[in-house]
């Protein structure tokens, strides 16, 4: 088993280099926009077909224009963002690296090389041939380009921009058909807030913090391996990300990000300072609102494919805002699944006894002691 191990990291290699190859890359870049508004309609119209009569019209706005802003702001954003890229250095362009060769290369093999260099495909077995000169594979397409510290909080800086402009963006297009669906506006963009800081933190911005924190050990180690880069980076995802990262995003969501949207900046501060011995209490049902699920589990495989990226795995960076476009999708909806926040659940109470005050509300109890209040929370389209 141990003789077939370096023919098997060799052939590996090879798949990542085909995977790499400029006419893939590009492919991707060009079609992955078209797959992802198909899917999305797909998925638009199941969510539609499934949805109560009555609610039909209004979840067909919603879908659309949660998941075309979400999409349409991270598409944008690649692009722009991998202008500035290609800017600070030249990567998987096919002749970036190329600087010519002292020693011979046969003619099959330099024809390879100029049809990489004009952005022509090859297939896998003219790719693992090409593979025999590591030197001409490596300058024709390179591995990562991640070398120093400054590399890495560049890369970075990248993935969380690209993370954050589809979660905005669905939110912006959650609000936009509140608006037109006639819903309280106010109310309803709370959550999106809320679910939004929690898809950023949880889902996008601590796994990449963890990546990057694993990849910056193994430069100051001086190990370029990739595989071992893909195993701390896994690990730094695992740790920082799956198995903290949600409880992380709601402590922050509970005790800055939730009450500001609630009650307003100056009242948030002024209950700071009212209550700033009790320092335990921050810690306390810090999952109440917002609860850590299976499909956040699930919509891990964004950060899967960030760990590629920053790994040198450049095929993977055009279907980023795919993936990213989940996490906005979810803020656009407003997903909650916890106990609804006091003044969410104060507004709606109003909203579901409109000729009532809350200052009412006791006596209207105390009239219909059999009447249940519901409590209240988005947690299901």
């Known amino acids: 088993m141990t003789a077939l191990n370096p023919t098997f990291n060799e052939n590996l290699r090879t798949f990542g280099k085909y995977l790499d190859q400029p006419a893939i890359v590009r492919g991707l870049e060009k079609y992955a926009p078209g797959v992802a508004v198909a899917a999305a309609a797909g998925y638009g119209i199941y969510d539609v077909f499934r949805a109560p009569k009555e609610e039909k019209k209004e979840t067909a706005v919603r879908d659309l224009l949660v998941l075309s802003f ?140 963890g990546a990057g924190i694993a990849l910056w050990v193994l430069t100051k180690l001086n190990i370029e391996n990739r595989a071992a880069k893909l195993a701390a980076m896994a690990a730094g995802v695992v740790g920082v990300g799956i198995v903290f990262g949600g409880t992380i995003a709601n402590f922050i969501g509970k005790n800055f990000v939730n009450p500001v949207v609630d009650k307003g900046l100056d009242k948030t501060i002024e209950d700071y300072k ?25 919509l891990h495989i964004d950060d899967v494919a960030s760990v590629g990226f920053l790994a040198g795995m450049q095929w993977i960076g055009p279907i980023l805002p795919v993936l990213y476009s989940v996490s906005g999708y979810r803020a656009g909806i407003g997903y909650r699944n916890g106990e609804a926040g006091e003044d969410d659940a104060q507004e709606a109470a109003q909203k579901m006894t409109p000729n009532i005050s809350h200052h009412s509300l006791p006596s209207y109890r105390a009239l219909y002691p059999s009447q249940s209040f519901p409590r209240f929370s988005i947690s299901g389209y």
């Open 274 to 298: 009212k209550h700033s011995h009790h320092i335990g209490h921050m810690f306390e049902n810090v999952n109440a609102e917002r609860k850590p699920e299976a499909l956040d589990l699930a």
């Open 70 to 209: 979400a999409l349409g702001a991270g598409f944008l954003t690649a692009r722009g963002l991998r202008s500035l890229h290609k800017h600070g250095h030249k990567h998987c362009d096919g002749h970036g690296h190329h600087h010519g060769h002292k020693h011979s290369i046969s003619e099959t093999l330099k024809g390879y090389a100029e049809k990489i260099k004009k952005g022509e495909y090859l297939k896998f077995g003219q790719i693992k041939e090409l593979s025999k000169d590591k030197h001409l594979i490596d300058e024709l397409i390179p591995d990562s380009h991640i070398h120093t510290p400054k590399d890495i909080f560049r890369e970075l800086g990248y993935l969380t921009g690209l993370g954050l402009m589809p979660v905005l963006g669905g939110i912006g297009g959650g609000v936009l058909a509140d608006r037109i669906n006639g819903e309280n506006v106010r109310r309803e963009s709370k959550n999106k807030i809320k679910e939004g800081t929690f898809q950023y933190l949880a889902n996008i911005t601590l796994c990449n913090a």
